[in-house]
């Protein structure tokens, strides 16, 4: 019989060190980047790009160049096959937690945040306690949930934890467009959550309803339903993307999304 | 009329002499091959209604296809003599309307008790503005237990780990198992709802999101509906770029699902070194196709890029040792074997009369494999051999999955043998395309056997009607068979050792 834990230790450390450079995505396709300069639409009316989204996410406002609401971008990619004009390209992009719903849209109001965190999110220092609910996802960003606590990312050395009982959790961590079967079983979970609690909107669904969102069955993600702190989309946000915006949440990393743009 | 598929139309009420000339002809032993696979309801151009029921009839022959027009929106249940159709006849009755006389189970099933909608959903366009259900849940219908040291525990639909939704009854006395009841459809998305209007390209990206871990069986099986549909072909190089795809597929989840058992086994060491093994494939994958879940390339036609695959056999030479070693090692921990062995034990007629699929079939003694009998994409001319098992328990469903393993690295080294450098999509006609614009696709996906029945509109240009036939609503439907009579300490085991998707049940 084999000496698992011999052969455990055998094996090593399979997480990259802290502050490494490999972070386990390479070629890990992102959102799409939307370079407005570029689009043509205020002049030929093009909408091509709205035509091929199946998630809505694109809009052409008449006269204007088009806008992309990253909230609803499933990363399809099929608005970089359509685009004449280069606009739509192709991005390595998928770091994109935001505190405000407003910076994952291109024309989205700009507004001053309290970037400050809460004394009361202060007061937990290095450690978070997770409750994840399942509203009706696609088990998309439930595999990447579930790598989190594989030993490449091994998510407990962060300090951050999943736990069984929404009481001992500090934060709600919410994948799918929210069914309707989904709905009541959810905002009983949120309210059995001691406060101060915080919640996420993790994956396209759940911050914009996505492909997936609307109709008889689901609603359109979280909005409206619960006070979100943080937004993360992606079809489904890779384990990385997950962690920066968890670290996020904490103060540990900052902000890289700002009006619908990646980079500072 | 479909291609693959001879249509018989019947009257209502000829279905019960159908069914039992099915039955007949199967013999006392269930065969190999022939079975009935799913129904479905569809309407048609005058707005009437009409109910298909799809027949595999074996190896290599076309499906058998009987189309009925309901009565006045009933029909007479098969339930009693072809119990796989129970369920299918009752997300029929929630989503149709429709009526099945006689059904041993005339009970909601997609849509919960406490949601009931004003009018059937599927009758009406698909309006994603539209108003969303809202009700109060209701406890499920269940058989009536009295006794007075019989505990009831309803486990869900939110429970502990992160775990897709849905709910477990369980009916129990001490340690033993009385009476088990999933709650489905929690997460039911109207997926299939979705798809009607939706161009053929939406309809991929639809497709790829129904269960995010079989993205690429779910691209595959609907794109090749409307490939028949369409009297399109891909191009010989997608064809086996596919197949690479479909095993990449298999591999990553095979993976998880030996960490995911030896997690229920308590076995730590092998929990974190399977999910390793997985995270180490969806680099791969991610390296590849630029998604971990190799998500944004089949399209019908063929794929909507080409792919270098120059690094792919290297990455996975490296890991074959690593794989070997670890399931060699699973294989001779005692207190692993001592948990899965006689645990969950599934019958063979049982796996054949509630339509288990997959690696749950093969391991009750089923010899079917999609990719075998009714081959598609390249697999007709790569050589590989389909797992079979005949104990039935949780080790013969590890054991299967074990040895898909090695076959989809085989599968994959003699694909990457027969890519020849050429086009990857073709969106022409190289056959007469259906005359109704209907086609049907399938694909063997990690989980089983995998249908898309596709009905284009008058332009064949978009979508009218999709029906999923999707592995995880068979083996679900299976799998509670298995539990009753046997103990709460076996049933994280015995759950795991199915490998079941919820959205992909839901849908």
């Known amino acids: ?264 | 009329m479909m291609r693959h598929c001879e249509i018989r139309k019947l009257e209502p009420s000829e279905l019960p002499q159908a069914a039992d000339a099915l039955l007949s002809a199967l013999g006392d032993t269930p065969s190999a091959h022939g079975r009935m696979q799913f129904a479905y309801a569809s309407a048609l151009p005058d707005g009437t209604l009409q109910v298909s029921y799809l027949l595999s009839q074996g190896a290599g022959k076309p499906y058998g296809l009987w189309r009925v027009k309901p009565d006045d929106g009933r029909l007479p249940s098969l339930a009693n003599k072809l119990p796989l159709l129970g369920w299918y006849e009752r997300e029929m009755m929630d989503l149709y309307g429709l009526q099945f006389e006689g059904h041993p189970e005339p009970y909601p099933l997609v849509l919960h008790e406490g949601f009931a909608p004003d009018a059937p959903p599927m009758l009406a366009p698909f309006d994603r503005q539209g108003k969303t259900l809202s009700g109060h849940a209701m406890p499920p219908t269940v058989p009536s237990i009295i006794g007075e040291d019989i505990q009831r525990l309803p486990f869900g639909p939110v429970r502990a780990d992160v775990v897709e939704s849905a709910q477990f009854l369980f009916f129990y006395i001490g340690e033993g198992i009385l009476h088990y009841h999933p709650r489905l459809f929690y997460k039911h998305r109207a997926m299939e709802a979705r798809f009607q209007k939706a161009d053929l390209r939406t309809g991929s990206v639809l497709a790829e999101r129904v269960s995010g871990i079989d993205s690429v069986s779910h691209a595959l099986a609907y794109a090749q509906a409307v490939e028949a549909a369409l009297g399109w072909r891909a191009p010989r190089r997608a064809r086996y770029l596919r197949v690479i795809l479909s095993e990449l597929e298999r591999l990553y989840n095979h993976l998880h699902y030996l960490g995911h058992l030896s997690k229920t086994t308590t076995l730590k060491v092998a929990e974190a070194e399977g999910l390793l093994l997985e995270e180490k494939l969806k680099q791969i994958n991610a390296i590849l196709t630029g998604s971990r879940f190799l998500r944004g390339l089949v399209v019908p036609g063929g794929l909507r890029r080409d792919l270098d695959v120059s690094k792919l056999a290297a990455g996975l030479d490296a890991l074959e040792r690593e794989i070997d070693l670890y399931m060699e090692r699973l294989e001779t921990t005692a207190s692993y074997l001592d948990r899965l062995q006689t645990t969950g034990v599934l019958p063979r007629q049982v796996a054949f009369d509630e339509g288990a699929t997959g690696p749950v079939e093969r391991a009750s003694g089923l010899d079917r494999d999609l990719r075998r009998d009714h081959p598609y994409a390249g697999y007709g001319r790569l050589n590989f051999t389909v797992s079979v098992q005949s104990a039935g328990d949780a080790h013969a469903r590890a054991l299967v999955r074990m040895d898909e393993i090695r076959q989809s690295r085989q599968l994959i080294r003699l694909a990457l043998g027969c890519l020849e450098p050429g086009p990857v999509l073709r969106t022409e006609a190289v056959e007469t395309p259906d005359p109704d614009g209907e086609g049907l696709g399938w694909a063997e996906g990690v989980r089983g056997g995998l249908l898309y029945a596709v009905h284009l509109d008058d332009a064949r240009t978009r979508l009218a009607r999709v029906k999923i036939k999707e592995p995880s609503f068979s083996n679900w439907r299976v799998f509670p068979f298995t539990v009753q009579d046997s103990n709460m300490m076996d049933y994280a085991i015995n759950e795991a050792s199915f490998g079941l998707s919820v959205a992909g049940v839901d849908r």
Not at chain 1, 158 to 175: C, E, M, N, Q, Y
């Open chain 1, 1 to 264: 019989m084999p000496i698992w834990s011999w052969f455990g230790i055998k094996s090593g450390i399979a997480t990259p060190p802290e502050g490494s450079e490999n972070h386990g995505q390479e070629g890990v396709l992102g959102l799409p980047r939307l370079d407005a300069a570029k689009c043509t639409a205020a002049q030929d009316r093009c909408s091509d790009c709205a035509a091929a989204c199946p998630a809505d996410a694109i809009t052409v406002p008449p006269g204007q160049p088009a806008a992309l609401d990253y909230a609803r971008c499933v990363g399809c990619q099929l608005c970089t096959e359509v685009c004449p004009s280069g606009a739509f390209s192709l991005s390595h992009d998928w770091a994109l937690g935001v505190r405000d719903r407003a910076d994952l849209q291109t024309n989205g109001a700009t507004r001053e945040l309290e970037t400050a965190l809460t004394a009361e999110l202060a007061a937990f220092g290095r450690s978070l306690h997770i409750r994840h609910v399942d509203a009706g996802s696609c088990n998309g960003c439930e595999s990447e949930l579930q790598a989190l606590l594989n030993p490449f990312y091994n998510l407990h050395r962060l300090g951050i934890f999943f736990t069984p009982s929404p009481r001992f959790a500090d934060l709600l961590l919410v994948t799918g467009p929210v069914t309707a079967a989904m709905r009541e079983p959810l905002l009983r979970t949120w309210e059995a959550m001691p406060q101060p609690r915080w919640v996420m909107a993790l994956g396209t669904c759940a911050t914009g309803g996505g492909t997936n969102g609307g109709g008889y069955a689901c609603h359109d993600g979280l909005e409206g339903l619960l006070p979100v702190d943080v937004w993360l989309p992606g079809c489904p946000p890779n384990p990385a993307a997950i962690i920066e915006a968890l670290l996020m949440l904490l103060g540990r990393r900052p902000q890289i999304v700002h009006g619908g743009r990646h980079g500072s």
